[in-house]
Nanobody
Framework: QVQLVESGGGLVQAGGSLRLSCAASGSVFSFDVMGWYRQAPGKQRELVASITNGGSTDYADSVKGRFTISRDNARNTVALQMSSLKPEDTAVYYC???????????WGQGTQVTVSS
């Protein structure tokens, strides 16, 4: 049973920074991909950033240059450093992991990020 525990959300003013962290446990297999999605009220969940176990990253166009994703494979943690935050970044942010050969995705419980203007 994979468990993902997120931390670091909160309220910040526009232009500010926040760091989200996620610790994964409970898998005997390594995670091929770790990352973050977000869902704003009334909108679909969207990919924010992802990182493979080899370190390849992918970002949504809306966060490129402002957000940085990183992971520690030995500790099964993934972090999202968010800078120059905008009100439109307000959403619930979900950590996720993917094990490709099992075709398995797991999700955290979500952490609220609110950016005030």
């Amino acid at each position: 049973q994979v468990q993902l525990v997120e931390s670091g959300g909160g309220l910040v003013q526009a232009g500010g920074s926040l760091r989200l962290s996620c610790a994964a446990s409970g898998s005997v297999f390594s995670f091929d991909v770790m990352g973050w999605y977000r869902q704003a009220p009334g909108k679909q969940r969207e990919l924010v950033a992802s990182i493979t176990n080899g370190g390849s990253t992918d970002y949504a166009d809306s966060v490129k240059g402002r957000f940085t994703i990183s992971r520690d494979n030995a500790r099964n943690t993934v972090a999202l450093q968010m800078s120059s935050l905008k009100p439109e970044d307000t959403a619930v942010y979900y950590c996720y992991t993917r094990i490709l050969f099992l075709k398995r995705d797991d999700w955290g419980q979500g952490t609220q990020v609110t950016v005030s203007s």
